[in-house]
C-alpha cells in the first residue's frame, strides 16, 4: 500500500461504451513520432492542463490490455508532481468532468467500492503499488 501522504490524479471521464461516467487514471494515445514518456507528457498536458518535463516521467512497465484480443502497448506512467504542477491542474477534455487528487487509502476504498472499475486504471494501480511494495521506486 503506497504512503498516507501521496495523492493521486484521478479523472471523471464519460465513456461512451459503457454509456456511464468513470473514475480513470488520466490516460491516452501515442503518436507515431512519440516515445512512452512524450505520449504522457502530452496527455497529461491535454487532459489536465499540467506541464511538466520528462525527468519527471517514469515508465514503470508495459502492460497489454487483452493478450487474447488485442495487439497493443500500454505504458504505466508515473508522473511526479510539484506542489506547484498539482495545483495548476486546469482540465481542458471535453470528455472530463473533473479531476481530482485523491490519497492513496480512498483509491484502495473506490477500487473495493467498485468505483473504479476501468480495466487499465486498475492495472496500472497494482504495477505502481507492486513497485511501491517492493522498494524499485515507484
Given at each position: ?17 459503457t ?19 512524450d505520449?504522457?507528457?502530452?496527455e ?19 502492460i ?75
Amino acid at each position: 500500500m503506497p504512503d498516507g501522504t501521496s495523492a493521486f490524479l484521478l479523472a471523471r471521464h464519460w465513456r461512451v461504451s459503457t454509456r456511464q461516467w468513470a473514475w480513470e487514471f488520466p490516460r491516452g494515445m501515442g503518436a507515431d513520432d512519440e516515445d512512452s514518456r512524450d505520449t504522457a507528457i502530452r496527455e497529461l498536458s491535454e487532459e489536465a492542463g499540467i506541464t511538466v518535463s520528462r525527468d519527471q516521467v517514469k515508465i514503470l512497465q508495459h502492460i497489454h490490455a487483452d493478450t487474447g484480443v488485442l495487439r497493443d502497448d500500454i505504458a504505466v506512467a508515473r508522473v511526479l508532481l510539484s506542489e506547484e504542477d498539482s495545483q495548476a491542474c486546469n482540465p481542458t477534455d471535453w470528455e472530463l468532468s473533473n479531476s481530482r487528487y485523491i490519497p492513496a487509502s480512498t483509491v484502495c476504498q473506490m477500487i473495493a467500492g467498485g468505483e473504479i472499475t476501468d480495466g487499465i486504471t486498475l492495472a496500472a494501480w497494482s504495477v505502481y503499488c507492486a513497485h511501491f511494495l517492493f522498494g524499485t521506486n515507484a
